[in-house]
């Protein structure tokens, strides 16, 4: 404890410096946590990822057609325990702007399947029985004012109807939850059935089909075992990890992942050399004072460990200052309804903090190194002849 | 030898190494300064005084012989036994201070203190009797920005007893200060010895500083020359 005093001495030798070290510290680290915030809402709008479910998808492109025959096929493949499918159905709300992450999926396994999704049973079942149903994720429904029963235009700019226009009349009757924090509810879906029998091209094919295996462990098996069922057919097949499908379907939209690596990773170097330096310099202004206290009985371990003590404390103060504001931020950015379906899910999750709080201790024993040894290395003698 | 000898040099040789050619400062020092002594060592500039001092505080090695405190050889002892070895006996006092800037002076007086395993209520209540003892107990919270050339050393040598050591060791701690100032500082140095019977050895190179010490030695050319004062 007498060494945190120390520690603050130091520290506050030179408190302009010590602020804007802090400064560019908190910089870091409130890019770092909205950036990891924000891919990580992109992860989960792109869908929730279980451990043992599969999706099998067309080998050229997942925007490419499966024939809807794969499906009950894929049902009987050794490992399969259920099976659903699912079409994109590009969907918006009386005007293009208004885009919703729209599917067109099989009701009944789907919502089965898709356990993330909560909703109370009777609502289940009605949006199950009723082919003109649609379930709504409840962000979505919050933006627009929708309640159960209210029927809606749903517009599609893909499919077009055989009566030649684009609106699809639906009844919302269901509105779902998120299981946990961490599940996006900005989706909506209706029967496969309605799209399918109503579009005018593209009938009997489905856009990717979901598999639940038996066990996680026989993921890659089942996987093999599909794709080699429809191997030099017209439409080969590519079967993923749930998770691997959405990390996919992330790249589509630009790769979030690399941008947030190579942001943080030149502020973090940036911030290594600034705060290193200055480390390093403020050490040789004080070799004095380092001098003073080896005369006194201080052995060069504990000097050591009071510098990087002292870069150890403005790499967290300043990171957990930056976190902090990231935290807010995002919680400010998701509260916006305009902005929800997009940083809907968008939060500082505990791994991210965790991650970050590891840079920090990084940052912090990095910086701290060189300047330490210098410190541990000062000559008593050799110092007071400069003095 | 006897029991009162705080240290005995003997033998000491030091000899410096410069690129190729070695400067020998002595060659076969021998000294002994019983415990209560207060010595003032003079002699010219670069007769090795402040080397001598050091090897006295355990900072620097002597190339050979022996130093004994107390008895014991401090020579054989590891950097950190060293360390540890100068927190419990040395006091160091230095021309120009030497305070810790952004401490506030009883903060400063409490740094040695930090190397002992004394409780807070214990280290508060022992700086304040060593600001005491040098008289500045109402500008504790000064920094050394806020205190006069004499104050600072007065704050400096609450440093150097507040762990009561047994050796003080001061390199011309008078050598920054007006006459006037020199001499209340050396009225202290005094007092120590005189009432809490604390070895001093004092460098200066005044001679009206000198007799303030029980006795003066002279070093020149690698030897000791003594002068009662
Ligand atoms: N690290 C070193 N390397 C080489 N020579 C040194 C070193 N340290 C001291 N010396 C030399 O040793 C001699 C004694 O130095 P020291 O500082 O002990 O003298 P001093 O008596 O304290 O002098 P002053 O009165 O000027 O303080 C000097 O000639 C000095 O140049
Ligand atoms: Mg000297």
């Keep these: ?387 | 030898m006897s029991d009162s000898d705080l240290i005995v040099l003997r033998n000491i040789a030091k000899t410096y190494r410069r690129g190729e050619e070695s400067i020998s400062i002595f060659s076969d020092l021998n000294l002994t300064i019983p415990s209560g002594d207060f010595v003032a060592m003079m002699g010219p500039s670069g007769s090795g005084k402040t080397t001598l001092l050091n090897l006295l505080g355990g900072l620097d090695r002597p190339t050979s012989g022996t130093i004994l405190f107390d008895g014991a050889p401090i020579e054989k002892l590891s950097e950190s036994q060293l360390s540890a070895w100068r927190a419990a006996n040395i006091g160091f006092i230095f021309q120009f201070y030497n305070l810790m800037p952004t401490m506030s002076a009883a903060r400063n007086v409490e740094l040695p203190l930090l190397l002992t395993s004394l409780s807070p209520s214990e280290r508060k209540k022992r700086v304040k009797t060593a600001l005491e003892v040098v008289g500045l107990d109402n500008r504790a919270g000064h920094k050394p920005k806020e205190l006069s050339g004499g104050q600072q050393q007065r704050v400096a040598i609450a440093r150097a007893i507040v762990a009561d050591p047994k050796l003080i060791l001061a390199d011309e701690p008078t050598g920054d200060l007006d006459r006037t100032t020199a001499a209340e500082i050396l009225e202290m140095l005094q007092l120590l010895n005189r009432e809490l019977g604390k070895t001093i050895v004092m460098v200066t190179h005044d001679p009206a500083a000198a007799k303030y010490a029980r006795r003066e030695l002279h070093l020149d050319k690698g030897t000791f020359e003594e002068r009662l004062t």
């Design chain 1, 1 to 387: 404890m007498s060494d945190l005093r120390l520690i603050l001495a130091g520290l506050g030798r030179k408190p302009l410096r010590t602020g804007l070290l802090v400064f560019a510290i908190f910089i870091a680290f409130l890019i770092y946590g909205v950036l990891a915030a924000f891919q990580s809402s992109l992860e989960n709008a792109a869908g929730p990822s279980s451990s043992n479910r599969l999706v099998v998808a067309n080998r050229i492109n997942f925007t490419q057609p499966l024939p809807l025959a794969y499906a009950s096929r894929i049902q009987n493949v050794e490992g399969v325990a259920d099976v659903s499918y699912s079409n994109w159905f590009g969907g918006y709300y009386r005007e293009q702007r208004n885009f919703l992450l729209t599917f067109a999926i099989e009701p009944e396994s789907y919502t089965r399947i898709y356990s993330e999704y909560v909703m109370p049973e009777e609502q289940r079942q009605a949006f199950i029985a009723n082919r003109d149903s649609v379930m709504v994720g409840r962000t979505v429904a919050e933006q627009y004012g929708w309640k159960l029963g209210q029927q809606i235009p749903l517009s599609s700019n893909i499919w077009r109807r055989r009566d030649g226009t684009f609106v699809w009349p639906v009844v919302i009757r269901a509105i779902y939850d998120g299981k946990d924090a961490n599940t996006s509810t900005g989706s909506v879906f209706l029967h496969y059935e309605y799209l399918d029998e109503g579009r005018s091209f593209g009938n009997d094919t489905v856009g990717i089909v979901q598999i639940v295996t038996s066990d996680a462990s026989q993921n890659d098996a089942v996987a093999a075992r599909v794709d080699a069922q429809f191997a030099n057919s017209r439409a080969e097949t590519e079967t993923l990890s749930e998770q691997a499908f959405n990390a996919a379907f992330i790249d589509q939209q630009g790769n979030i992942g690399l941008i947030i690596l190579g942001v943080t990773g030149a502020a973090f170097v940036t911030i290594l050399l600034i705060v290193g330096n200055a480390m390093a310099g403020a050490i040789r202004e004080r070799t004095g004072e380092i001098a003073v206290m080896k005369t006194l009985g201080f052995t060069s371990n504990r000097i050591g460990r009071i510098v990087v003590g002292e870069t150890l404390l403005l790499a967290l103060f300043g990171g957990l200052l930056g976190l902090g504001l990231a935290n807010l931020l995002t919680n400010v950015l998701s509260g916006i309804p305009a902005l929800n379906q997009f940083f809907g899910g968008m939060r500082i999750t505990p791994q991210i903090a965790l991650s970050a709080v590891g840079f920090m201790a990084a940052l912090g024993f990095i910086t701290g190194a060189i300047p330490a040894f210098n410190a541990m290395r000062v000559n008593v003698i050799a110092a007071f002849r400069r003095i």
